[in-house]
């Protein structure tokens, strides 16, 4: 679709927004919020006809694009069928949607807690491990996001907790394995795995193991930096849970759904949870929703006990039609394989000759459509190109960065030190190759920055 210039009506929608709509993590007016006229495939435009590639896959969910006709079709028909029904019953759209969730998960995560996203999924994967242990605490890494609710924040590892963490949330955080800026003085991926496991054992040590309910991972850490565990790792601590009794919770918000090449990142690793929390790919975001996948262990302990939780619209037949659509579309089309192969023969090559050449770029590390870049200030000291956590003039660099990335025609993720590189799963060869020419771009802003 050829974007259509229409200045007036972009400026009544940005005068709204300004006017009512309250940002989530952000100082209100602190911020400009683009007025986005419409979407489809890899870009999304403005009203001043403005079109972008999204590398941020909108907040790292549209892994199929904007506006897929088969799932806008699907969401449409559910609509005239039946729009809404109560989560009590047996509905054709839920059931279905459940069951092609449960045959792509790994191991026997058969049963399917639909939530509305993946905050809420997180928070009941807590609660069904407490009940399911009869323990207080879950241990969490620092370096990790899990969601915006309140138990879900005290669990995320970084300092969007700090705000709304009271110290009562019986969470407990460690170091999770991250060679390129090791807790751990590790010189080598096995050291620094088998440190972070030594590390992980110690804590459940001091903390008393029988107070332990849950571990909870992202299988692959997202917002943090899309950084891959090492070989080992996640196998070490299924085996630290089962030593102990500890349920083991990966959260798969981000990275399941095709966006590693695989359908969930924990098929990389060949490990199996007993709880697995997802969200954003499972439909695309066309429509909220989230869930538990659930081992049949943990599922027994709620036959004959109610399960105390539940949502008003958990599995509304709107999300799980976009959901049963979505996976119809990534098996047809071969979005996941796309993933896998574009990664492996376009990201990953051109994203480490950037490396090469930009002295801001610190490292590089991804698989499939989930890749990030660390950026530094000087690459021998791998001094950060910003402070940590910083904002205002202390950012400016990252800032700049993230604005000669948008006026060349890409939308980046950028965090911290961080710019990812996550566009739809179904993006072209084509597409990848302009974005990657405009950030290569972006990174000699970047570059000023550096000593």
Same mark, same amino acid.
């Given at each position: 679709?050829?974007?259509?210039?229409?200045?007036?009506?972009?400026?009544?929608?940005?005068?709204?927004?300004?006017? %009512?709509?309250?940002?989530?993590?952000?100082?209100?007016?602190?911020?400009?919020?683009?007025?986005?006229?419409?979407?489809?495939?890899?870009?999304?435009?403005?009203?001043?006809?403005?079109?972008?590639?999204?590398?941020?896959?909108?907040?790292?969910?549209?892994?199929?694009?904007?506006? %897929?006709?088969?799932?806008?079709?699907?969401?449409?028909?559910?609509?005239?069928?039946?729009?809404?029904?109560?989560?009590?019953?047996?509905?054709?759209?839920?059931?279905?949607?459940?069951?092609?969730?449960?045959?792509?998960?790994?191991?026997?995560?058969?049963?399917?807690?639909?939530?509305?996203? &993946?905050?809420?999924?997180?928070?009941?994967?807590?609660?069904?491990?407490?009940?399911?242990?009869?323990?207080?605490?879950?241990?969490?890494?620092?370096?990790?996001?899990?969601?915006?609710?309140?138990?879900?924040?005290?669990?995320?590892?970084?300092?969007?907790?700090?705000?709304?963490?009271?110290?009562?949330?019986?969470?407990? %955080?460690?170091?999770?394995?991250?060679?390129?800026?090791?807790?751990?003085?590790?010189?080598?991926?096995?050291?620094?795995?088998?440190?972070?496991?030594?590390?992980?054992?110690?804590?459940i040590a001091f903390?008393?193991? &029988?107070?332990?309910?849950?571990?909870?991972?992202?299988?692959?850490?997202?917002?943090?930096?899309?950084?891959?565990?090492?070989? &080992?790792?996640?196998?070490?601590?299924?085996?630290?849970?089962?030593?102990?009794?500890?349920?083991?919770?990966?959260?798969?918000?981000?990275?399941?759904?095709?966006r590693t090449g695989?359908?969930?990142?924990?098929?990389?690793?060949?490990?199996?949870?007993?709880?697995?929390?997802?969200?954003?790919?499972?439909?695309?975001?066309?429509?909220?929703?989230?869930?538990?996948?659930?081992?049949?262990?943990?599922?027994?302990?709620?036959?004959?006990?109610?399960?105390? &939780?539940?949502?008003?619209?958990?599995?509304?037949?709107?999300?799980?039609?976009?959901?049963?659509?979505?996976?119809?579309?990534?098996?047809?089309?071969?979005?996941?394989?796309?993933?896998?192969?574009?990664?492996?023969e376009v990201v990953?090559?051109?994203?480490?000759?950037?490396?090469?050449?930009?002295?801001?770029?610190?490292?590089?590390?991804?698989?499939?459509?989930?890749?990030?870049?660390?950026?530094?200030?000087?690459?021998?000291?791998?001094?950060?190109?910003?402070?940590?956590?910083?904002?205002?003039?202390?950012?400016?660099?990252?800032?700049?960065?993230?604005?000669?990335?948008?006026?060349?025609?890409?939308?980046?993720?950028?965090?911290?030190?961080?710019?990812?590189?996550?566009?739809?799963?179904?993006?072209?060869?084509?597409?990848?190759?302009?974005?990657?020419?405009?950030?290569?771009?972006?990174?000699?802003?970047?570059?000023?920055?550096?000593?």
């Amino acid at each position: 679709m050829t974007p259509q210039p229409d200045p007036q009506a972009g400026a009544a929608v940005k005068a709204a927004d300004r006017a %009512h709509v309250f940002h989530s993590w952000s100082a209100q007016e602190l911020i400009d919020p683009l007025a986005v006229a419409g979407a489809e495939g890899s870009y999304f435009w403005d009203y001043e006809g403005k079109r972008y590639l999204d590398l941020s896959s909108g907040l790292v969910y549209t892994n199929i694009g904007y506006q %897929h006709p088969k799932v806008v079709a699907a969401i449409q028909e559910q609509a005239a069928k039946l729009a809404t029904f109560a989560p009590a019953f047996a509905v054709e759209a839920r059931s279905e949607a459940a069951r092609l969730i449960a045959e792509r998960t790994p191991g026997d995560l058969d049963k399917i807690f639909f939530t509305n996203g &993946g905050a809420d999924a997180v928070e009941h994967a807590v609660r069904m491990a407490r009940l399911h242990t009869g323990r207080p605490k879950v241990l969490s890494a620092y370096r990790s996001y899990h969601g915006g609710t309140q138990q879900a924040v005290n669990i995320t590892g970084d300092p969007r907790r700090w705000a709304s963490d009271s110290g009562t949330a019986g969470v407990v %955080h460690f170091w999770a394995p991250f060679l390129y800026r090791s807790r751990f003085y590790a010189e080598t991926e096995e050291q620094e795995c088998a440190r972070a496991l030594e590390h992980l054992e110690t804590t459940i040590a001091f903390e008393g193991p &029988g107070t332990v309910a849950a571990i909870i991972l992202e299988t692959i850490p997202g917002t943090a930096g899309i950084m891959m565990p090492p070989a &080992g790792y996640l196998a070490g601590v299924r085996e630290i849970c089962d030593k102990y009794g500890i349920v083991f919770v990966l959260d798969e918000v981000m990275a399941g759904f095709g966006r590693t090449g695989t359908w969930f990142a924990a098929d990389l690793y060949d490990v199996v949870p007993d709880l697995m929390t997802f969200a954003k790919g499972v439909n695309s975001g066309y429509v909220p929703l989230g869930g538990v996948a659930i081992s049949g262990e943990i599922a027994a302990t709620f036959a004959e006990r109610p399960y105390p &939780g539940g949502l008003t619209y958990s599995g509304h037949p709107l999300a799980c039609a976009a959901a049963v659509a979505t996976i119809g579309v990534m098996e047809e089309e071969g979005v996941v394989e796309n993933a896998a192969r574009l990664g492996a023969e376009v990201v990953e090559p051109a994203l480490r000759e950037l490396a090469e050449r930009h002295p801001s770029v610190g490292d590089v590390r991804g698989t499939g459509m989930f890749w990030a870049l660390e950026l530094v200030k000087n690459r021998e000291t791998r001094e950060p190109l910003v402070p940590y956590n910083a904002t205002g003039q202390a950012a400016t660099p990252m800032s700049a960065f993230a604005a000669s990335a948008k006026a060349h025609g890409v939308w980046p993720f950028v965090n911290m030190n961080r710019t990812h590189v996550v566009p739809p799963c179904t993006v072209s060869e084509a597409e990848l190759k302009e974005g990657l020419a405009a950030l290569d771009t972006a990174l000699s802003v970047a570059d000023e920055y550096t000593e």
